[in-house]
């Protein structure tokens, strides 16, 4: 009797293991199929043909990873320091300006201009470099919103940051973790592209312009895939060797 207990107990478990594992191989397969997703989206639009940021250019052509130029006036009083933006193991802040697209207009395009380094604990953060007035022309490439960090100290709840409500700030350039398109709009009455630029092209300010890029790496996936349903199938060649000798009441 206390044979056969072990033996289900046996099987039980190491079905259980075969479901499990082989579950797992599929989620990584899943994974890398995301990967290929966002890897073809990159390259589908950074074969695009380059775009000219207007007022007027429709929502349909503002493709993720499409290059782009801009022609228009820095509203550096609305510049935005978002932080614990690392390089290279550095920590430091992304500066981000809207660029405002025609004399006279509300519209502008979010511009995501490069990377400041973060200054020594106690000391006042490092003030972004100063832009110059009348028309300006930027290249870069778009990207569908700022990239989000996930904010450890409030998983799920509603964000700590908040936007002053008039511009320019007192104390300088608001920092925030997140910056979303939709609350930067409403609190600076921009009307902005949906979209952002993150700029290419440099000008010599001191801004490191090494942007990150998804992983893509799905190759990777594919074998950690491959590595559960190995484990999967020695768990199923277990499965039926304790099945068989069972059968033939010999037990575990």
């Given at each position: ?33 995301e ?136 104390d ?21 592209l ?16 090494e ?27 277990a ?14």
């Amino acid at each position: 009797m206390a044979r056969a207990h072990r033996t289900l107990t046996a099987l039980v478990l190491l079905g259980i293991m075969v479901v499990l594992l082989a579950s797992l191989g599929r989620w990584q397969l899943r994974r890398a199929d995301e990967r290929r997703a966002v890897l073809a989206a990159i390259e589908s639009g950074r074969r695009q043909p380059p775009l000219l940021l207007t007022a007027a250019t429709p929502s349909d052509d503002l493709r993720p990873w499409r290059p782009v130029s801009v022609q228009g006036r820095w509203r550096a009083d609305m510049t935005v320091r978002l932080d614990n933006r690392n390089q290279n193991g550095r920590p430091g802040y992304w500066i981000a300006t809207p660029l405002m697209l025609e004399e006279g207009s509300n519209t502008a395009v979010l511009v995501l201009r490069g990377w400041l380094p973060r200054t020594l604990p106690g000391e006042p953060p490092e003030a972004a470099p100063a832009l110059p007035d009348g028309v300006r022309t930027v290249s870069g490439e778009l990207v569908r919103r700022v990239p989000r960090l996930f904010e450890l100290w409030n998983p799920g709840g509603a964000s700590d940051d908040v936007l002053p409500t008039a511009w320019p700030s007192r104390d300088g350039p608001p920092t925030v973790q997140n910056l979303d398109l939709d609350a930067y709009a409403r609190a600076t009455g921009l009307h902005l592209l949906p979209a952002v630029m993150e700029q290419h092209a440099p000008s010599g300010d001191g801004l490191v312009r090494e942007w990150p890029q998804p992983s893509v790496d799905y190759n990777q996936n594919l074998g950690y895939a491959m590595q559960w349903f190995a484990f999967a199938g020695i768990a199923g060649i277990a499965f039926v060797v304790v099945a068989v000798r069972a059968a033939r009441g010999r037990g575990p």
